[in-house]
């Protein structure tokens, strides 16, 4: 059984930064695409990134391209999320997504595309 733990939310300033980890257990991570998703209060989980097998494929919502990077380290079964500049709208619940696939350069954006779910770790951005 999958299990994604995500870890290193807080709080923040405006302009501050924080990098989230999703540390996987169980299954091959090296065959995992992960990607980041957020959910603020009253809003519907929307995408924030993605990241393919071998890290060698990103893709980014534009509302955090240039200030997020997603990346993975598989020899320590986790993915990352550096965010930079953080603004006080990306206060959200952050959710790291796995899904298990054979192609090492394909990046997955919508949720129906993921399979494992992690419980999410709260940022709140202050002005």
């Known amino acids: 059984q999958v299990q994604l733990v995500e870890s290193g939310g807080g709080l923040a300033q405006a302009g501050d930064s924080l990098r989230l980890s999703c540390a996987a257990t169980?299954?091959?991570?090296?065959?995992?695409?992960m990607g980041w998703f957020r959910q603020a209060p009253g809003n519907e989980r929307e995408f924030v990134a993605a990241?393919?097998?071998?890290?060698?494929?990103?893709a980014y919502a534009d509302s955090v391209k240039g200030r997020v990077t997603i990346s993975r380290d598989n020899a320590k079964n986790t993915a990352y999320l550096q965010m930079n500049s953080l603004k006080p709208e990306d206060t959200a619940v952050y959710y790291c997504?796995?899904?298990?696939?054979?192609?090492?350069?394909?990046?997955?954006?919508?949720?129906?595309?993921?399979?494992?779910w992690g419980q999410g770790t709260q940022v709140t951005v202050s002005s």
């Open positions: 169980g299954g091959s991570f090296s065959m995992k695409a």
């Open positions: 990241i393919s097998t071998n890290g060698g494929t990103t």
């Open positions: 997504a796995a899904r298990t696939t054979i192609s090492r350069s394909t990046v997955y954006r919508t949720q129906n595309d993921y399979v494992y």
